[in-house]
């Protein structure tokens, strides 16, 4: 929904960066949007970004694969956030004494989790961080990033909803010494406790249950898996498709993303609107975008349920309920509103910082999220998986 958005906002915009324009100023007449994202990506994903401009080691020489001043910031985190004694805490520099007990509450699985990740990411992160920059492709980069995001997903299944109650703690409860002294930490701890935590923890437990399907983590590489095809398709969508290939990619969707950018230019020159009636407008022109990927024909309905179709995407798309979507909204509003009061801002900023999102334009974004039993359901009827 957030690629959608985003391509028609570039196809609204026009483009400075692209080929020479057609006779009406805008796109060539031939051709596709993904062609313009193509162009962008001529020069390889990541440019000129080096080993060592992220902290690694080039040479290759240090076991942890970072930087010598990489593995001094690890060295000097490590006793806080892996304790020789959990038990004690007569001072802790990064996390913070109230931090640490929260997370010894959770029991023994759960209490080790800020080690156990820190650990990780120390030990295995240069060898992922490598993969990466080799990439040559947006599907590459996805596969590596969830193999090695697999493990920490699996390990978060396993201590929800708690581990988020004690997150909640380390923020509005923070004794650290990071921000500085007492004043300091005050301020920050009291900005916190006018966050909407509570609307939090409920749509980060409800996103947690949809993508682990168990304790246990069973769903983790069934989504990992669509994650990565999805970012394939995108890849594939760059370069002309193969004939017989068309639902394996997204260039099919040129039309309906430039009918819904051109709907959204005019929604945002129109000046007869307020900000909240602006903002719904437009995000209710993605799900068309969106039916068209999913209902667009029967022969990508099959390929489509046969890579997205599966028991943990229906279970996990109930979870996402309008509950859900109200509480992210609700935080989403508490931080927009703590940074207008952080940076003095007015009533223009207040607005373009709040999310005025209506029941009805909501509706849509489920339904959108949901192809299989709300946007086409008799498309795919006979293709449904069987779940026990």
């Known amino acids: 929904m957030i690629l959608l958005l985003v391509l028609c906002l570039f196809a609204a915009g026009s483009a400075q960066t692209m080929p020479p324009p057609g006779p009406d100023g805008g796109f060539p007449s031939s051709m596709n949007v993904f062609d313009s994202l193509g162009f962008l990506l001529g020069d390889g994903i990541f440019g000129n970004l080096t080993e060592s401009s992220l902290g690694l080691d080039?040479?290759?020489?240090?076991?942890?694969?970072?930087?010598?001043?990489?593995?001094?910031?690890?060295?000097?985190?490590?006793?806080?956030?892996?304790?020789?004694?959990?038990?004690?805490?007569?001072?802790?520099?990064?996390m913070g004494c109230n931090c640490r007990k929260a997370f010894k509450?959770?029991?023994?699985?759960?209490?080790?989790?800020?080690?156990?990740?820190?650990?990780?990411?120390?030990?295995?992160?240069?060898?992922?961080?490598?993969?990466?920059?080799?990439?040559?492709?947006?599907?590459e980069i996805a596969e590596v990033a969830l193999e090695w995001a697999a493990p920490v997903l699996k390990k978060l299944c396993s201590c929800s909803p708690g581990v988020y109650n004690a997150v909640e703690t380390c923020l509005t409860k923070y004794d650290g010494m990071v921000l500085g002294d007492e004043a300091a930490r005050e301020i920050f701890t009291d900005r916190m406790k006018g966050l909407e935590f509570k609307a939090l923890k409920k749509a980060l437990g409800a996103a947690t249950s949809?993508?682990?399907?168990?304790?246990e983590g069973e769903c983790v590489d069934d989504f990992s898996g669509m994650i990565v095809e999805l970012a394939t398709m995108f890849d594939r969508s760059l370069g002309e498709t193969a004939p017989g290939e068309e639902c394996l990619s997204f260039r099919r969707l040129n039309g309906a993303i430039m009918m819904a950018a051109?709907?959204?230019?005019?929604?945002?020159?129109?000046?007869?609107?307020?900000?909240?009636?602006?903002?719904?407008?437009?995000?209710?022109?993605?799900?068309?975008?969106?039916?068209?990927?999913?209902?667009?024909?029967?022969?990508?309905?099959?390929?489509?349920?046969?890579?997205?179709?599966?028991?943990?995407?229906?279970?996990?798309?109930?979870?996402?309920?309008?509950?859900?979507?109200?509480?992210?909204?609700?935080?989403?509003?508490?931080?927009?509103?703590?940074?207008?009061?952080?940076?003095?801002?007015?009533?223009?900023?207040?607005?373009?910082?709040?999310?005025?999102?209506?029941?009805?334009?909501?509706?849509?974004?489920l339904k959108a999220a949901d192809p299989f039993g709300k946007m086409c359901p008799k498309l795919y009827e006979d293709l449904m998986p069987e779940c026990y």
């Not at 999913?294 to 599966?310: D, P």
């Not at 279970?315 to 003095?344: Q, R």
């Not at 373009?352 to 009805?360: C, F, G, M, S």
């Open 58 to 94: 080039d040479k290759t020489v240090r076991v942890s694969g970072f930087s010598r001043e990489v593995e001094a910031v690890f060295n000097m985190l490590r006793p806080d956030i892996c304790p020789a004694d959990p038990k004690k805490c007569p001072f802790s520099m990064f």
């Open 105 to 139: 509450k959770l029991g023994e699985e759960c209490s080790t989790l800020p080690c156990d990740v820190f650990t990780y990411v120390s030990v295995q992160g240069a060898s992922y961080l490598k993969r990466v920059l080799q990439a040559e492709s947006i599907g």
């Open 210 to 215: 949809a993508l682990c399907g168990s304790d």
């Open 262 to 365: 051109g709907a959204i230019g005019g929604i945002v020159d129109d000046q007869t609107i307020n900000e909240a009636k602006r903002m719904n407008a437009i995000v209710m022109e993605v799900p068309k975008v969106i039916e068209d990927f999913w209902c667009g024909t029967r022969e990508c309905a099959e390929h489509l349920s046969g890579e997205f179709y599966t028991c943990c995407m229906r279970s996990g798309i109930k979870k996402l309920d309008m509950k859900f979507m109200k509480n992210v909204i609700k935080f989403g509003n508490s931080v927009g509103a703590y940074i207008v009061e952080m940076t003095g801002g007015d009533n223009d900023m207040d607005d373009a910082l709040l999310i005025p999102l209506v029941t009805k334009t909501l509706k849509a974004i």
